[in-house]
């Protein structure tokens, strides 16, 4: 079946329409957030859950820390303690791959072990329900 060229230009103009609408009403939340945070003095470097009754509103602030392991990194720190009986107890291991880059260097460069671990603040998330 051949697509219509009105009709799917019609839907395309729609859906840029929809896409601004969703960044336009995100970047609203957000702000709200924001300032929500900041009036309820929330710290987004703590990891906790928050709850706050504000008639008929219950606000739900949970606050949580995102944290990024090199798994080469877990490794040799882990062989230099003799302790790798703990990576499988601590870490799950989930390698991703860049299939591009990993085909571009030589075999020495691929056994070669980052050194990073990476701890960064989230972005609170909310709930709110009508009583």
Do not use: Y
């Not at 969703?22 to 709200?32: M, V």
């Not at 928050?50 to 062989?79: L, W, Y």
């Not at 791959?97 to 460069?109: E, I, P, Q, T, Y």
């Amino acid at each position: 079946m051949k697509p219509q060229p009105k009709l799917l230009q019609q839907l395309s103009a729609e859906w840029v329409e929809a896409k601004e609408a969703e960044r336009d009403a995100t970047e609203r939340r957000r702000l709200i957030e924001d300032e929500m945070v900041r009036l309820l003095e929330v710290q987004p470097t703590d990891e906790h859950t928050r709850k706050v009754e504000a008639e008929p509103f219950t606000i739900k602030i949970a606050c949580r820390i995102s944290r990024k392991v090199d798994g080469d990194m877990a490794q040799e720190i882990a062989a230099e303690n003799d302790m790798q009986d703990h990576l499988a107890l601590l870490f799950r291991w989930k390698p991703e791959l860049s299939m591009a880059a990993w085909n571009a260097v030589g075999d020495n460069v691929k056994q070669v072990f980052a050194r990073a671990i990476t701890a960064t603040p989230g972005r609170p998330s909310f709930t709110i329900i009508k009583d």
